[in-house]
């Protein structure tokens, strides 16, 4: 049995492929396995069929069959072409994926651009930002977003706009009001 | 060596479950396998053949059978027969076939 990995036909092992037989059938199925007589095993099998029976004699259209599992003689076999990639949710490809053999068509997560920072986030966008992340000791939790960096940190970029900005001297946030952001330029707040 | 299972070890894994073998002509059989060879030659029990001719389908049993593997073209493990498929005509012509 000479099958080997440098086998053409063994790198679509796991894709879907569209099978012509000389009955003038067409199977498409998830093409699972070959020998050396090109005998295959196709998983999730249709059968598609342009030649009605006998028996209904005049009617040309194309019937369809659904077989599932099944074992074809590699004696009847035409042609054979790749249909599609493998399905994603074959638990088979993944046991081939997982031995390492990278199939093409296999997917990656795709974001819309937004990165998760692995770095100390600069500048984030405009109403994205979530709460500190490390509590800051002796910080009074209603006023979380108004705080000066401690000292020793490198503080924030000049001209960088939303948090952290301390209040003016003097002024203190009415309740409720702990986000303290100032549009800039914007007057200072008198409380009278 | 090879990742999958060859087309003969499942042949050889449905020895003693039903099998539903479709003929390269108009011809179906379903029954037990007991055995096959090299050549797919199979001996079968308790068959049923589906014939399709001009009348419609007609039916044969026969209590056990040696098929010769030359006529086979295709082997669905584990069904019970043409009624497990039904045929759906398909919406449209299918070009390039």
Partial sequence: ?192 | MSQSILPLELVDRCIGSQMFVIMKDDKELVGTLRGFDDYINMVLENVTEYVYTDGGRRENKHESILLNGNNISMLVPGSKGPDQHPEVAEPGQRSGI
């Fill in chain 1, 1 to 192: 049995m000479s099958m080997s990995k440098t086998s053409k036909l063994f790198q679509y092992i796991g894709f879907r492929i569209k099978v012509t037989t000389t009955e003038g059938k067409t199977l498409v199925g998830k093409f699972m396995a070959f020998d050396k007589h090109m005998n295959l095993v196709l998983g999730d099998c249709e059968e598609f069929s342009r030649n009605v029976p006998k028996g209904k004699k005049g009617e040309e259209r194309e019937r369809k069959r659904t077989l599932g599992l099944i074992i074809l003689r590699g004696e009847n076999i035409i042609s054979l072409t790749i249909e599609g990639p493998p399905p994603q949710d074959d638990s088979r490809v993944k046991s081939i994926l997982a031995r390492g053999v990278q199939l093409p068509g296999s997917a990656q997560p795709a974001g819309r651009g937004i990165t998760i920072p692995t770095t100390a986030p600069t500048a984030p966008m405009p109403g994205l930002t979530g709460p500190i992340q490390t509590p800051l000791v002796g910080m009074n939790p209603a006023f979380g977003r108004g705080v000066m960096p401690p000292p020793g940190f490198p503080g924030f970029p000049p001209g960088m706009p939303g948090r952290g900005i301390a209040p003016p001297p003097g002024m203190i946030p009415p309740p409720g009001f702990g986000r303290g952001i100032l549009p800039p330029g914007a007057p200072p707040m008198k409380r009278e």
